[in-house]
Structures are given as structure tokens and as C-alpha cells.
T-cell receptor
């Protein structure tokens, strides 16, 4: 069965620090990959997505992610975080184009001003 | 454009009671999902549907039922509420099998006492 693993459960950074959140999935075929963000008290919003093509995808608010097929990874990055990036971040995978969308456990990011 | 609408936003149930969480979308999406979100556990897929009349189990289907009689609606039924079903429930929809960018509702916070 497909699964998604996020390695960092809770990350604390100071403003202007660089961010990298890990995401690995277990499926050997075609995948659609996503990162979602959930601000306190709100529902999930899409940050970025990968369907095909350039493995380096750019999303909103300066976020980007790199799909490395050989490592089954889709890590999220941001060069310089802001206090407003404090939120929970979720990686998600649709494996084999089944439409079954599975989420990781989430990473809570706390940015100190 | 309303997107994905969930009702109610909050509900308190007594053990053994039943209820239906409503979800409707106006984007003509084929795929619809129900997730539950518990602290530190991320989003767990309860059920999903690939179109009217078709539903399938997700990761944690026990204690829940769904139906999909129309493209727009995807209600989630709890027959005998248990404290373990205390959670925040999110409904989501996606356009198709190969485009599973999910759009989320605002969530329903359910407490079973």
C-alpha cells in the first residue's frame, strides 16, 4: 500500500533561516505529488504540485520542492522563512494515478520573529 | 464560487448517537474524499469516491459509511458514535484521476462524549 512519511514532526526556526522539510513516499510507479499548508484554525491550501516535467517546482509564497525519483522524495524548501510561515505542512501523494490521495503525518513549523 | 462546503462546522454527539456530515462541491469534480485529522497524525483517508455511485475504502473506514448519489454530494455517516471518532473531519474534491489537486472544505469539529 502506498504511504507517505514526513521525517520532521516539529521544526523551530528563526526568521530568515532556510527551510527544508523532508517527504518520502513508497510507490514505484507514476505519482502526483503535493505540498499543502494549514494555517492555525484554517483548512488546507495548496502550496505546490508536481505532475510531470521539470522536477523542481515552484509554488506560492517563495516555496519550492524537488522531486527526486531515485530517492522517492519530494522535499519542500524555502530560502528564507518569515514569521507568517508558521503553520503545519503536509506532503501528499496520488500513486499510480488512482485518485487515492494519501497524506503524510504533517510537520509543524514555528518561526520565531 | 463556493467550492467545497461542509456542514455542520461543530457538533457534539453522545456515545451511540448517529449523524451525517454533509459535503457538497460546485466544481463538477469527479473525485471526492473524506479525511479525519488528529493531532500529530496528519490526515487519514476514510473513504473516497471516483464518481457518482462509486465509493471505496481509505485507510481508516471502520465506523463510517458513505454514499455518492450525485456528483455534487458526498455525505459521511457515523452510525454509532464512539469517543475514538472525536476528530476534525475534512471533505475534499479533485477534478479527475490524473489531476488530484484537492480542494478542501472548512472542516467539521466533532466531539463524542
Amino acid at each position: 500500500a502506498q504511504s507517505v512519511s514526513q521525517h520532521n514532526h516539529h521544526v523551530i526556526l528563526s526568521e530568515a533561516a532556510s527551510l527544508e522539510l523532508g517527504c518520502n513516499y513508497s510507490y514505484g510507479g507514476t505519482v502526483n505529488l503535493f505540498w499543502y499548508v494549514q494555517y492555525p484554525g484554517q483548512h488546507l491550501q495548496l502550496l505546490l504540485k508536481y505532475f510531470s516535467g521539470d522536477p523542481l517546482v515552484k509554488g506560492i509564497k517563495g516555496f519550492e520542492a524537488e522531486f527526486i525519483k531515485s530517492k522517492f522524495s519530494f522535499n519542500l524548501r524555502k530560502p528564507s522563512v518569515q514569521w507568517s510561515d508558521t503553520a503545519e505542512y503536509f506532503c501528499a501523494v496520488n500513486a499510480g494515478n488512482t485518485g487515492k490521495l494519501i497524506f503524510g503525518q504533517g510537520t509543524t513549523l514555528q518561526v520565531k520573529p | 464560487n463556493a467550492g467545497v462546503t461542509q456542514t455542520p462546522k461543530f457538533r457534539i454527539l453522545k456515545i451511540g448517537q448517529s449523524m451525517t456530515l454533509q459535503c457538497t462541491q460546485d466544481m463538477n469534480h469527479n473525485y471526492m474524499y473524506w479525511y479525519r485529522q488528529d493531532p500529530g497524525m496528519g490526515l487519514k483517508l476514510i473513504y473516497y469516491s471516483v464518481g457518482a455511485g462509486i465509493t471505496d475504502k481509505g485507510e481508516v473506514p471502520n465506523g463510517y459509511n458513505v454514499s455518492r448519489s450525485t456528483t455534487e454530494d458526498f455525505p459521511l455517516r457515523l452510525e454509532l458514535a464512539a469517543p475514538s471518532q472525536t476528530s476534525v473531519y475534512f471533505c475534499a474534491s479533485a477534478r479527475s484521476q490524473t489531476n488530484t489537486e484537492a480542494f478542501f472544505g472548512q472542516g467539521t469539529r466533532l466531539t463524542v462524549v
